[in-house]
């Protein structure tokens, strides 16, 4: 069955000092960078491996939308081997702003969304075309529940939202058929009710939701902490996927049975 649709990632480039900053007094300045870096990458690949989600196109929204922003997103999409001409398998589209601050986040997501489902119809080279879902994703939960973006592609018409352990959610199905203008008004982001404030929006609007399972965001030190338990049970379970490493690094770290996680377990290793 044909995933016909698009997948949104909205990704901060990875800057030292800028990124995931919370978590500096675990790895530094420099390691939080490579961390975020890593998980954007893991994302990215995870994605385009999925056999199931080949006819899906797929767009990188990066911050900040400058020239400099665009040579780092690039810049990573190359060392991935994803970004070659002429069937480009990403799309790179600037956010609207500077920032991807919680205020205007979403001013930021309504926009996206109707570039997303604008980049469908120039896809069909039809404006009659009907777009099909938009699925936004964020960089700061590597652990991809697949299986649940396949299920939102089979059920076009119904929004599938996985919520997050810190009140937010990691992964939104918008319908074609959802009013652009309204899935994302007044909410309150960064906020232990993002994901309920969510389900009313689309639920005030008529749209038909589904609750996917939890994904967990690395935000904070613990976060990473509970990430390198849960890539050690993996380990356990199937220590083949482990590459190459020091034996005090395998101790440390394992990778999901479900994603890449090559780029993660040196890091998480130090951690």
Known sequence: MARNGAIAVIAKCPMAG???TRLIPLLGEQGSAALARAMLSDV???????????PAKKILFYAPPTQQGLEIMREILISLSLYSQPHQEW???????????????GDQLTD??????QVQVEEHHTANALPGPVIFLGMDAPELPLGELVSAFEHPDTALLCPSDDGGYGMLSVPATADADSIFDGIRWSDPLTAVAQLKNLTDGGVPVRIGQLMHDMDEPDDVLNL?????????????LLPSLPNNAKANA???VDSNYGRLLELLALA
């Open 44 to 54: 990215l690949t995870s994605l385009s491996r999925c056999e199931e989600l080949k």
């Open 18 to 20: 800028k990124s995931k």
């Open 254 to 256: 394992a990778p999901s």
């Open 112 to 117: 996206a969304l109707v570039r997303a489902r």
């Open 91 to 105: 799309v790179l589209l600037p956010m609207v702003s500077v920032s991807l601050a919680s205020s205007d986040l």
């Open 228 to 240: 390198c338990a849960r890539l050690r049970i993996h380990h356990l379970q199937d220590s083949s």
